[in-house]
């Protein structure tokens, strides 16, 4: 069947080869490792301390980030819809955006990003092919956005690595550049290619016009900016934007590879290890808990009452 076929070129997509994952599990032991001796070093009631003094101003404007963030992520499926041709309405196509990115962020790409998704746009009538479309968009942009905000990070050295990880300034500028690099070829091929049409595992796919390849950068980058936003305002400004930024960055990029569902202790850990010279652990802990609870848990309860609801919908066009 096309879309048994469809659904497995999408997880092997959101799976490494084996000698891959050899090495994410080896990392994964050394996490879990780092996080049982960064947080087993932490004076829990000084994070209880700062649990309780977050109040409603510190609390509602990092809630209006969530939204803010999810609202943003939801664009990358309106344009993967645009993409794919399919005039589904936008009123449904963000729900089936939100309930997939919440369910992915806590149960792994492969299960909400491709599986409830795959599963949601069939039932709304997208073909598998426009469902594939979708997805490359969604994938895309999501990475094209992070390359945009770490490129320019790490080339403008915003954010200092730690001096025992041993990485030369100089190596992070060239890695910032090589990572700018991404975005940049991708626009200067849709300005020379655009309409052009290519095969990819059995599925054609064709180069979008520049002004949609922009679009697809701004959204992911401003998606990246207004979750990193979440951790600054629970963090009490005490520590730049940019470096709370720089280190959400490195934790999406940890949580790839280490592959926990939620990046769960992963988020933490890098948090502690780059910010825990700046901000007392305590608070940075407790920041890092409410954004948990704001980012992850109840978008999930969320999600997860809205993924029931399409599905008693059906193929019916209402939410």
């Not at 200092?160 to 992070?172: D, K, N, Q, S």
Request: hydrophobic share 55%.
């Amino acid at each position: 069947m096309m879309g048994a076929a469809t659904l497995s070129a999408i997880r092997q997509h959101a799976h490494w080869p084996a000698w891959r994952r050899a090495i994410g599990l080896l990392f994964i032991a050394a996490v879990l490792a780092l996080i049982a001796r960064k947080l087993g070093a932490i004076d829990w009631n000084a994070v209880l301390t700062a649990l309780r003094g977050f109040n409603a101003r510190t609390l509602l404007p990092a809630a209006g980030f969530v939204v803010l963030s999810g609202l943003l992520y939801s664009q990358f499926d309106v344009l993967g819809c645009r993409y794919a041709g399919h005039p589904l309405p936008l009123r449904r196509v963000m729900a089936i955006a939100y309930v997939s990115y919440t369910l992915s962020l806590n149960l792994g790409a492969t299960l909400g990003g491709a599986g409830v998704r795959y599963r949601l746009y069939s039932r709304a009538g997208l073909s598998p092919p426009q469902i594939w479309s979708l997805f490359v968009v969604v994938v895309s942009s999501n990475w094209l956005g992070y390359a945009l905000l770490a490129g320019g990070i790490l080339a403008g050295q915003v954010v200092v690595l730690p001096p025992e990880w041993g990485i030369p300034a100089a190596l992070t500028q060239v890695l910032g550049m090589m990572m700018l690099a991404i975005p940049a070829g991708y626009l200067a091929a849709c300005a020379a290619w655009h309409g052009r049409h290519r095969t990819v595992s059995d599925h054609d796919i064709y180069v979008p016009p520049v002004r949609f390849a922009a679009l697809q950068c701004l959204l992911s980058a401003a998606h990246w900016m207004a979750m990193a936003a979440i951790l600054y305002s629970l963090l009490h400004t005490h520590a730049a934007y940019f470096t709370v930024l720089g280190v959400l960055l490195a934790s999406g990029l940890a949580g790839v590879v280490v592959r926990i569902p939620g990046g769960l202790g992963v988020i933490e850990t890098v948090f502690l290890t780059m910010l825990g010279g700046q901000v007392p652990h305590g608070l940075l802990l407790a920041a890092l808990i409410a954004y948990r609870a704001l980012y992850y848990v109840i978008p999930l309860v969320i999600g997860s009452l809205g993924y029931f609801m399409l599905e008693a919908h059906g193929k019916r066009g209402g939410v």
